[in-house]
């Protein structure tokens, strides 16, 4: 088992930075790949991004590519989601997920955290 706990979620303005963390427990930490997903009410989990076990390998999806950073710290057992010039349609409820296996379909992942919700005013 892991389990994961998120922070760093808020309200900020459109432009704003926000860093959002994960931080793990429970099982080794470092063999995991990790990813970040979010939420609107009414509609489906949606891929943000994700890095593999060394960090070495991220993806991300068009949506944030070029605004969003993933990265881990497995020293700290810590995932990070760096996220600058928001957006409106960026508010959601942001969960970070592990799994054993390297994946950005949001169905293969097996530990979830309890999420956090990020509001972005216009």
């Known amino acids: 088992q892991v389990q994961l706990v998120e922070s760093g979620g808020g309200l900020v303005q459109a432009g704003d930075s926000l860093t959002l963390s994960c931080a793990a427990s429970?099982?080794?930490?470092?063999?995991?790949?990790l990813g970040w997903f979010r939420q609107i009410p009414g509609k489906e989990r949606e891929f943000v991004a994700a890095?593999?076990?060394?960090?070495?390998?991220?993806d991300y999806a068009e949506s944030v590519k070029d605004r969003f950073t993933i990265s881990r710290d497995n020293a700290k057992n810590t995932v990070y989601l760096q996220m600058n010039s928001l957006k409106p349609e960026d508010t959601a409820v942001y969960y970070c997920?592990?799994?054993?296996?390297?994946?950005?379909?949001?169905?293969?992942?097996?530990?979830w955290g309890q999420g956090t919700q990020v509001t972005v005013s216009s």
């Open positions: 997920a592990a799994n054993w296996y390297y994946n950005v379909n949001v169905n293969r992942y097996a530990y």
């Open positions: 890095t593999n076990w060394s960090g070495d390998r991220t």
């Open positions: 429970g099982r080794t930490f470092t063999g995991y790949a």
